[in-house]
């Protein structure tokens, strides 16, 4: 095969864009569980603040590909069957859900009590005060971590051709395999693996640069 890198670069294009969705679904999956386990955290009930805690430690404790690999074989055993892509981005979204967690709640707890104190002076409503005082300025310090994490996320989707999604990193792998297996003596590994590595890289600097131009807008 002498012309090789047209089919594979068309192959690899189609895997972007599978990696790049799966991305895309995980983030919302992940921002949504941040959320609420930012909003346990400051739940003034004690269990609901031992569920949102138990869920971080938990999943930030395990590697993300063992939750990849449970959700996978463990859905299908208790009725939920899913497919590779669907089991992919559950257990990605519920591992970022813990980090992302981590990163509102943190920004959450570093407004000083006596900002809501203030609020509630003025005639503020608590809930007025957490809208219009709180998450404001928890939002300004929350967003560059935020979007770092996003980097993260897409670094892991490379995870998930472990469980049979065709990803970019798992098409590349099976057009290697193919080009050696046609008997031309050369898989043109290096060459694959550098494309692909150079897509990663570039998605994951244009959300490193962008979390670094939020941060001087806001000056956080």
């Not at 395990?62 to 208790?78: D, E, H, N, R, T």
């Not at 798992?170 to 150079?198: C, F, K, N, P």
């Amino acid at each position: 095969m002498t012309n090789w890198v047209w089919p594979v670069t068309l192959y690899l294009g189609k895997s972007l864009l599978v990696t790049l969705w799966i991305s895309l679904l995980t983030v919302i999956l992940a921002t949504i569980l941040g959320l609420l386990i930012a909003a346990l955290s400051q739940s003034t009930l004690t269990f609901a603040r031992f569920v949102g805690r138990l869920y971080v430690e938990l999943f930030r404790g395990v590697p993300s590909l063992m939750i990849l690999l449970f959700v996978f074989f463990a859905l299908p055993q208790i009725g939920l069957r899913t497919g590779p892509l669907t089991a992919a981005i559950i257990g990605l979204g519920l591992w970022g859900g813990a980090n992302i967690g981590e990163v509102f709640r943190g920004a959450l707890d570093s407004i000083p009590h006596r900002q809501e104190q203030g609020a509630r002076a003025l005639g503020l409503s608590a809930t007025e005060a957490l809208v219009f005082v709180i998450l404001p300025q928890a939002f300004r310090r929350a967003l560059p971590p935020y979007v770092g994490q996003l980097t993260v996320l897409v670094q892991a989707s490379a995870l998930t051709s472990v469980v049979g999604v065709s990803d970019l990193l798992g098409s590349a792998r099976q057009m290697i395999e193919r080009l050696a297996y046609v008997g031309t003596g050369d898989s043109h590994a290096i060459e694959i693996y550098l494309g692909v590595l150079s897509i990663f890289f570039v998605i994951c600097y244009a959300l490193s640069g962008l979390a670094s131009i939020i941060e001087r807008c806001l000056r956080v």
